[in-house]
């Protein structure tokens, strides 16, 4: 096996995890391997219900149901430092592997922050004719006051920002991770956004509950129309180089795709990943529109409402419509 510049055997993996968690058993397919879950820590050491596959270190115990799609959370709260280290610059992807750099230890990125002028929208002086402006064009796109604020929707005359709808993000800690730049005006490039690695962010993270059903959409405008508990992709694509794909498996979070019509073969792929790590997924069907930004909010609840689940019929019917066209 190959891990960016690191070449190791199956073997190698096996040693270095009966080094860190004791003892385990081989399945006889030889692509998964059991250990003792230190999660559950049954007092039978025997018991080694903690299965881990080998190709990708994705494991899951049937006894506390604990999920990962590495060991590096297993490492990093029940290893040593150097067990830890081993396993992330010996045994991780590379794309993975900032993930779990020390802040000391990644490399220095340019720093993601607001405008100095940045005003929250709702609070524009209601004489200012940019401010009329900008309410005008949310307003033409439902979004209400409320949004504004729930979605911290700002301002700023600072340059490229100027006359945009900006939309930031924080993260779980309330630390800015993106920031967006809409225009609202036609002649203007559409999308301002502040250079940042958008497979190691989860957009709109401060505000979501990974104990229920999370929406998934592709841009920050779906977004408004998605309700409370969402993110953005910021694209089209989700796979286990993502932060937000391992915050899922993670928290065994259900997932509700609304991903643009024109993208709906890669909603598939996406349950498909995800219906292998166990996580069910919805696949909601836009109707008409193209995206959920063209549709009302109460359109959007009905089509989440009858949104099916992700299984093989589904795919396999797609493929053949897809085909027959």
Known sequence: MVTGTQ???VSDKVRFIES????GDMARNGKNFAI???MCAPKDRGKRKLVIRLEDDANHCWTCSWRSRSLAPLLKRFGTRAEFLKYRDTFMAEASRSLWMDP????????????????LLPLGSEYDPDTRSWNRYLNSRGVTERDMWYFKLGQSNDGEWYRRVLVPSFDAQGKLNYL?????????RRYENEEADRTSIVFNEISINWDKQLVICEGAFDL?????NATCLLGSTLNENHLLFDRIISNG???????????RKKALRIAKKLAEYDVEARIVDLGGYSDPGEMSKAAFREALSEAKPYDWE???RHRILRASK
């Open 314 to 316: 589904s795919d396999l």
């Open 180 to 188: 967006i730049g809409r225009a609202i005006d036609r002649q203007r």
């Open 224 to 228: 408004m129309k998605c309700g409370d």
């Open 7 to 9: 070449v190791y055997t």
């Open 104 to 119: 000391d230890e990644a490399k220095e990125q340019r720093v993601i922050k607001l405008p100095d002028d940045f005003t």
């Open 20 to 23: 860190a968690f004791g003892r």
């Open 253 to 263: 979070t259900p997932v509700a795709l609304a991903l643009d019509t024109s993208a």
């Open 36 to 38: 003792w879950c230190p």
